[in-house]
């Protein structure tokens, strides 16, 4: 009886918190809609010769996602398909309400035949990324769709099985402890662990230092500071922090690095769980570290993996990576409350 | 308060716009410093910490030796400052605010923040770093409004700009061993070349960055 009332207790300890995932501003956003006109396509058969004809007089440049041609869903509309005829900013107008095909479509060369007056909709200025996007896009008019399904799955906080939930668990456990010594030691009570998510071991574990030799040494950068000193390299002494350790035997190293060059390559493939959203100094030094995937507790007043930027998802930096914040939520703000 | 904050600022101001001279001298040294890391297989990035006139850290990348991806030139010099105020007992605060960078490159987004946590006012550089410049190029950390971090700082740009440029350019001809497959972006536009632009920033709370002539 008490191992299946513990297993219980375990499981409820997963229920009170969820992984979310941080996306990008792209992925996040409202779907931004453009005026539009669009026209009947009175005779089916001209449909392709019209397509054809208004997209070389209308090319709808960077609006690749639209469907040019939608059906009528409504069966008791006289007409059974519908075309864009161009953006509303492409033409100038002076009734937007009145206006004509031949408003429009100025060019002698045009064979409006086939095609009805024009009427005014709104379409969707980017293509979907996700499919609560993809849903409210389609209402305007027809997208393409070219779904992440691994970003659909994390926003129904699907992504990760109970098994995952619980290593998560685990290292995040781990993080609060390192923390909770740091904390014992006078520093602010943060703490980080880097896994190498293939051998499902710990690479380094490491708390927030800032209060006592460094005032840079943030968990984060003692982490990444003791993957290096497991690879042989490393700048920093932490023997005054017992708590902050790395892991560097021969038989792990090369279970993990076998693969193309036989070298470890600084955080390339490593997960990073830390109890609160890094600040910008410590994203980026995750970007120049290569760090695969960051698992975070609580969110931090100039965080920037989420709160004041997205570091991870930065458009024109080399490296980009995953960010799931809420892991142990309520453990990770218990920690800066004290 | 107002008072006290008037009777500093002649003595801040000067501070804060040092002669061309100082600029040649200190800049020179940071260069000799690029050159040193370019030839022992590192970015080419140098820079010195000046503090009542006095050189008090340098450093240049040592990313490679170390494995740790985090030891650029400024980390590599901030240390130097640190051990510095530590040896004369003197509160690093006091004295990082007081306190120039001269480095050939424009510190990048992790370097800036580190430079608002120990509050660095004021960093003079050579050229923009387009790939990861804090300071206005991918982002301004120097003077965007996070209060939690440190304190914002000015930036004097573009010293010897196409010299620093063509030190990386040099460096990125050569193959990184170490470096696994870089990914390309297709939407990367190639930085300018050396465009010696040279933008004063005054941090947050003034919006406008003005572009003055070029320094000879």
């Known amino acids: ?20 995932p941080v996306l990008s501003d792209e992925q996040s956003r409202d779907t931004e809609l453009l005026p539009a006109y669009a026209a009947p396509i009175i005779e089916k058969r001209q449909t392709s010769r019209l397509v054809k004809e208004l997209s070389l007089i209308y090319p709808l440049p960077g609006l690749q996602h639209i469907k040019r041609v939608r059906a009528c869903k409504d069966k008791s509309t006289p007409h059974p398909l519908e075309v864009i005829v161009c953006l509303a900013r492409d033409v100038q107008v002076i009734d937007r ?12 060369s045009f064979d409006s035949s086939g095609l009805g007056e024009p009427f005014l909709v709104k379409i969707p200025a980017n293509p979907p990324l996700t499919r609560p996007q993809f849903e409210k896009a389609s209402k305007h008019w027809p997208t393409s769709f070219h779904e992440d399904k691994q970003v659909t799955s994390a926003l129904r906080g699907q992504l990760f099985t109970a098994d995952q939930k619980a290593k998560m668990q685990e290292y995040m456990a781990a993080a609060v402890e390192a923390a909770k010594s740091g904390g014992e030691m006078g520093m602010d009570a943060v703490g980080a662990v880097i896994v190498d998510p293939e051998s499902e071991q710990i690479v380094a574990v490491g708390h927030d230092c800032k209060r006592g030799s460094h005032p840079l040494h943030h968990a984060v950068m003692v982490c990444i500071d003791l993957v290096a000193c497991g690879q042989g390299g490393g700048t920093y002494n932490y023997e005054k922090y017992p708590a902050c350790r790395f892991s560097s035997s021969e038989s792990f190293r090369n279970a993990c690095y076998a693969k193309e060059t036989g070298q470890p390559y600084i955080c390339t493939g490593y997960d990073l769980y830390v109890t609160r959203e890094p600040c910008v100094m410590c994203a980026m030094a995750l970007v120049h570290s290569r760090i695969n995937r960051v698992f975070s507790g609580a969110p931090s007043a100039d965080g920037a993996l989420g709160t004041k930027y997205k570091i991870h998802c930065q458009k024109y930096l080399n490296h980009n990576f995953e960010v799931f914040n809420g892991v142990m939520l309520n453990a990770c703000e218990a920690l800066f409350k004290k | 308060m107002e008072m006290q904050a008037d009777s500093v600022e002649p003595e801040k101001s000067d501070f804060l716009q040092p002669l061309d001279s100082e600029i040649q001298t200190w800049m020179s040294k940071a260069f000799d410093m690029a050159l040193e890391a370019l030839e022992n297989g590192e970015v080419p990035v140098g820079c010195l910490m000046v503090y009542n006139n006095e050189v008090i850290g340098k450093g240049r990348n040592e990313v490679n030796e170390t494995k740790n991806a985090t030891r650029h030139a400024e980390m590599v010099a901030l240390d130097q400052v640190l051990d510095w105020c530590r040896f004369r007992e003197k509160d690093p605060k006091e004295v990082c605010e007081q306190t120039v960078l001269y480095v050939t490159v424009e510190p990048c987004i992790m370097c800036a923040a580190a430079l608002r946590l120990l509050h660095i006012p004021l960093v003079v550089y050579g050229c923009k770093n387009e790939r990861f410049g804090g300071c206005g190029s991918v982002l301004d950390v120097s003077s965007d409004h996070i209060p939690h971090t440190g304190t914002s700082f000015k930036c004097i740009a573009g010293y010897r700009a196409e010299e620093a440029v063509e030190m990386l350019k040099t460096f990125y001809k050569q193959e990184n061993p170490n470096a696994p497959k870089p990914k390309v972006r297709k939407d990367l536009i190639s930085p300018p070349e050396g465009a010696v632009v040279i933008q004063v920033k005054r941090g947050p709370q003034d919006e406008e960055s003005e572009t003055i002539a070029p320094l000879s």
């Open chain 1, 1 to 20: 009886m008490e191992p299946q009332a513990k297993r219980r207790k375990e499981m409820d300890k997963y229920d009170t918190w969820d992984v979310l």
């Open chain 1, 97 to 108: 309400k009145g206006v004509t095909l031949t408003d429009l479509l100025r060019s002698q």
